[in-house]
């Protein structure tokens, strides 16, 4: 079997046996959704497509924190052994960080897809086209978001590391890429952190997607937050999308160098835990 083809099934695996991080991520998506989409349906009057522009930003928000939180797989793989079982093997590290990245961004790409089902029993207008560019965004953002996560996974080396470090990115991303509280509406000082988001850009894309908006003008779409002017340049959603997808080919070779250098011989092995993390019977 191919070696990343034999990491994305057992992650998958392992993530469907954890029936209470499945309902906990699931939950969490639909609790915002909800919340959104009643809460703060008024606030969004003036738009044609409130309800669209609402529901793609808590949609695209969900399959952001869901491919950073499940990077942590790879910090249970280290402390379990399993790690030190995959290098010893004829394995390119490559193949290792592409392997918890497709599967990161699969599972990432599913719940979005569930969440995506919800909106549209919510209100959410898409047609079949629609359906299948948005889950598209869905699979590229999230393998982007996978290798960001991966990286700051191998960089913190345990668990509560992470989940500092990863509360740290991703809140400020959160609020300021555009999708709960837009961008045209964000003091000045924000908008360097805004442009440098490569949440903000995956965001414009997926509700340029939502809205339909491919008849809107340059000037408009940078009114409704899909289109940004940075010192008279121009970035369209699609150029955006370049941006995010760049960003996360650079954060995966951030994370193939970090294995490469990384001595694994030197982790402890959790008591009683053989490879692949499972309690030792």
Same mark, same amino acid.
């Given at each position: 079997m191919n070696?990343?083809?034999?990491?994305?099934e057992?992650n998958?695996l392992?993530?469907l046996?954890?029936? $209470?991080?499945?309902?906990?991520?699931?939950?969490?998506?639909? @609790?915002?959704?909800?919340?959104?989409? @009643?809460? +703060?349906?008024?606030?969004m009057? $003036?738009?044609d497509?409130p309800?669209n522009?609402l #529901?793609?930003?808590? !949609?695209?928000?969900s399959v @952001?924190?869901?491919s &950073?939180?499940?990077?942590?797989?790879?910090? =249970?793989?280290i402390?379990?052994?399993y +790690?030190?079982?995959?290098?010893?093997?004829?394995?390119?590290r490559?193949?290792i =960080?592409m392997g918890?990245?497709?599967? /990161?961004? &699969? *599972?990432?790409?599913?719940?979005?897809?569930?969440?995506l089902?919800?909106?549209?029993?919510l209100?959410?207008?898409?047609?079949?086209?629609?359906?299948?560019?948005?889950?598209? #965004?869905m699979?590229?953002?999230a393998m982007?978001?996978?290798a960001? $996560?991966l990286?700051?996974?191998?960089?913190?080396?345990?668990s509560?590391? @992470?989940q500092? *470090?990863?509360?740290?990115?991703?809140m400020?991303?959160t609020?300021? =890429? /555009?999708?709960?509280?837009?961008?045209?509406?964000?003091p /000045?000082?924000?908008?360097?952190?805004?442009?440098?988001?490569?949440?903000?850009?995956?965001?414009?894309i997926?509700r340029?997607?939502?809205?339909?908006?491919?008849?809107?003008?340059t000037?408009?779409? #940078?009114?409704? $937050?899909?289109?940004?002017? !940075?010192?008279?340049? &121009?970035?369209?959603?699609? +150029?955006?999308?370049? !941006?995010? !997808?760049?960003?996360?080919?650079?954060?995966?070779?951030?994370? &193939?160098?970090?294995f490469?250098?990384?001595?694994?011989?030197?982790i402890?092995?959790?008591?009683?835990m053989?490879?692949?993390g499972?309690?030792?019977?």
């Open positions: 070696p990343i083809t034999a990491i994305v057992r998958l392992n993530y046996r954890s029936k $209470g991080r499945v309902f906990g991520t699931l939950f969490m998506s639909m @609790f915002m959704l909800v919340m959104f989409s @009643f809460l +703060m349906k008024s606030s009057s $003036g738009l497509a309800m522009y #529901i793609s930003g808590v !949609i695209i928000m @952001f924190q869901t &950073v939180n499940n990077s942590s797989d790879i910090l =249970s793989d402390s379990g052994g +790690m030190k079982e995959v290098l010893v093997a004829p394995i390119a490559t193949q =960080s918890h990245i497709l599967s /990161g961004a &699969v *599972i990432a790409t599913l719940q979005g897809v569930v969440t089902l919800a909106g549209i029993v209100g959410l207008r898409v047609n079949v086209l629609q359906i299948l560019l948005l889950v598209g #965004i699979l590229i953002s982007a978001f996978c960001i $996560g990286f700051l996974a191998t960089v913190s080396r345990n509560p590391a @992470f500092t *470090i990863s509360s740290m990115v991703m400020p991303l609020f300021v =890429s /555009g999708a709960y509280i837009p961008t045209t509406v964000m /000045g000082f924000l908008l360097p952190i805004v442009y440098l988001n490569p949440l903000t850009y995956t965001t414009a997926f340029f997607i939502a809205l339909r908006a491919y008849t809107l003008t000037e408009e779409l #940078i009114d409704q $937050g899909m289109a940004f002017s !940075i010192g008279g340049c &121009v970035i369209t959603p699609l +150029m955006g999308l370049a !941006i995010a !997808i760049l960003t996360g080919a650079l954060f995966f070779m951030l994370c &193939v160098r970090k490469n250098r990384a001595d694994f011989s030197t402890k092995v959790a008591a009683r053989q490879g692949g499972a309690p030792a019977r």
